[in-house]
């Protein structure tokens, strides 16, 4: 994927800062460690920036988990119930099974989105630039 640093694509699927894309913004970087997969660094080694911009900023990435979510399920609804042609129980039955499975992901890339809405990257070179 180093093709893509330097874009938000980068930084939303490896969970990298958003603005210099040098170090993951996460304690661990294994998603299905339960015990941390939301723990956060407070803020980057690299350039400084800090990932919590306030109090409870990322309770907004609830509102992009949903979305999120429904990507998953749609995928998964197609894949058994279009290609495999199962039955509608079997492919819901299928989707909850995924949907528990694959929550850790759906977390983080909603957390990794939602910051990546007010942060930039090479953002920390222009404030440097300006002083």
């Known amino acids: 994927m180093e093709f893509l640093k330097g874009t938000k694509v980068y930084s939303i699927f490896t969970g990298s800062c958003p603005v210099c894309q040098n170090e993951s913004m996460y304690l661990e970087s294994n998603p299905y460690q339960l015990s941390s997969t939301l723990k956060m660094k407070e803020r980057c080694g690299h350039c400084n920036t800090k990932y919590k911009i306030e109090p409870s900023f990322f309770y907004g990435a609830m509102y992009v988990s949903y979305p999120v979510g429904l990507i998953f399920a749609f995928i998964a609804l197609f894949l058994c119930f279009f290609v495999l042609n199962l ?5 819901f039955l299928i989707i909850v099974i995924e949907m528990i499975l694959v929550l850790p992901v759906v977390l983080r890339l909603s ?3 939602w910051i990546n809405f007010f942060m930039h990257y090479g953002q920390h070179l222009k404030t440097k630039q300006k002083a």
Do not use: E, K
């Open 111 to 113: 957390r990794n989105i």
């Open 87 to 91: 039955s509608l129980l079997t492919t």
